[in-house]
């Protein structure tokens, strides 16, 4: 059977999930965040955190496109990003290559000159790995780090009215590729932004103490918006006009002729974070010195994913932008 | 530059190592042994231990050979093996699949359970993963386990006089697959050790309060006492003779016209556990109840790595024993 048929990846993960034992007494949080939450025995104020991502070449990076230091920032920003989003630490990388009977030496050393200036920039070591061949040149991170356990921010932490806000600014690595892909010029910035993508460790350190559910931008604002709804039960209202677009990036859908929201709302890997806080913390908010947009709230409805437009009419809030229709009107 | 014209892979990493910041202070031992050694922030009186294995299809299993349950044991069973041979406690496993579009549901779900058996098998949970596509099936896994400090077995802690001892029997999966090149028919044990080998949790776990270096055997013998007689700056004395071989490996010797020892030293996959131990804790070891051989000694000439055959001649134990020959003599 093929993987397409029964609903893509998300919906195989739920199926191997249910063959193999993952509830052991050192697991807090298992399969379902950004990063798996662990206590390990010997360990007592602090749980440990692990994710692990893949990049393979002409899926997840374009070799004529991104210098090899751009694809070894990517590849470590990526993972330490899924570190604080969960309000922890980084610690060290394990980096698995697999590369190609003729991948140069100067070339992976310029993977490793990306990933190691992430890792000074965030301060964390690699303390292993794997060097093996294969057809396709693949990059494998797995990244630990460690979390206050009253600083842990899991997709299941939002409540019924938290202010729902981002850092930063969306949509410029999705505008950067559907630029490029249309043969358009690109500006410098959202180059940047799809081909090297910064993780806001810096800030994630700073709200984890005051936020409730966190989660960092890798699918798309819509998508973020129901893992975290999914995982909480509750629903949200997202305000169209709120959502915060670069210049460049309204500039993109002018070009393009789309809506510059699709770019923030469907594109991904702009590695912002996206979190809930209580109302009555937002003076300690102001005080971590982030800046913020807020987008909307959360509500009881646990069904509510609402997208309410400019003109006041209000959409269904899905994982892909690009099933909005008409019908889907709420 | 070629990565062959260097040296090869383990030159590579020798290079790629002096350009990452890899010293930190959670980082008790990093690249180098079987799995890296971190004292996180908040564990107290345990390390934790990781290591990372990537399997690429058509490099280190074939579809056609191996059922893909089998795949999976052996992708499961070599990361647990490496957190084995530190004296560690295995944990959890984070699993990475590149699947093909062409992979079917049902072969990834076979690898699953063959995952699955292996967790079970030695009391680990998967904690999390990645699932992507690509055009080559990779599976890359990395385990996480916990030893106590004074049960950390560290490819440097041989010690000049300890006995070399070996666990298991060696040889039988690169006898299986030299058999399964040659078209030879192959034994069910064989094929079995070659395609879906075990790893010796069980007799490490005994074995690492009592013994001082320990590392599993997944290059060959030679190649595992060279890397620890250079860890820990001494040398060895192995007997060709005492090297344990199943009757199987030494039957395929005599159909292939080669020293069934060859197998042994040369191969690889075995994952039995090579280690040393002071003499006067040789009765604490017979108490483990774990069965081993005997193959030498541990010497405080550290450029010695003497292979002495039957007839009492003596030749150089190097990394690969296809490279011996005459002039090797010494």
Redesign the interface.
């Known amino acids: ?3 397409k ?2 609903g893509g ?1 998300f919906a ?2 739920a ?3 249910r ?6 007494n ?2 807090v949080v ?2 379902g965040d950004d ?2 939450v ?1 206590k ?9 955190l ?5 990049l ?5 990076f374009k070799t004529e496109w991104a210098r090899p230091d751009q694809i070894g920032i990517k590849s470590a920003e990526c993972n330490i990003s899924d570190i604080a989003a969960m309000g922890g ?1 980084p ?2 990388l ?1 980096v ?1 290559l ?2 190609t009977r ?5 070339w ?2 310029e993977v ?2 990306g ?2 200036a992430s ?2 920039k965030h301060g ?13 040149v ?1 990059i ?1 991170i ?1 990244a ?1 780090g ?1 979390v206050a356990p009253d600083e842990l921010c899991l997709r299941s932490h939002a409540r019924a009215g938290d202010l729902l806000a981002v850092t930063g600014t969306l949509g410029a690595s999705a505008a950067g590729l559907a630029l490029r892909l249309k043969d358009q010029t690109v500006s410098s910035y959202l180059m940047e932004q799809h081909l090297a993508p910064r993780c806001r460790l810096d800030a994630a350190l700073k709200l984890a103490p005051v936020v409730n559910a966190m989660i960092d931008i890798s699918d798309g604002l819509a998508s973020e918006v129901n893992h975290i709804c999914n995982r909480s039960r509750v629903g949200a209202r997202v305000y169209a006009d709120r959502i915060p677009l670069h210049p460049d990036v309204v500039e993109a859908g002018r070009l393009l002729a789309v809506d510059p929201v699709e770019f923030a709302l469907n594109g991904g890997e702009d590695f912002e974070l996206l979190f809930t806080v209580s109302p009555d913390k937002q003076a300690l908010l102001d005080q971590t010195g982030v800046n913020y947009h807020e987008l909307g709230v959360i509500t009881d409805a646990s069904d509510e994913r609402c997208l309410v437009l400019s003109e006041g009419k209000e959409i269904m809030l899905k994982g892909g932008y690009n099933h909005f229709n008409e019908t889907d009107s709420i």
Chains 1, 2 share one sequence.
């Open positions: 059977m093929d993987i048929n029964i990846e195989l993960i199926r191997l999930s063959l193999v034992p993952f509830d052991g050192e697991v298992g399969i990063a798996a662990l390990p025995q010997g360990m007592s104020d602090r749980y440990l692990v994710t692990t991502d893949t393979v070449a002409g899926s997840h630490r610690m060290t394990f698995s697999v590369l003729d991948t140069s030496v100067e992976v050393e490793y000159r990933i190691a890792c000074r964390v070591v690699i303390a292993g790995g794997d060097t093996t061949h294969g057809s396709t693949t494998s797995t630990l460690t």
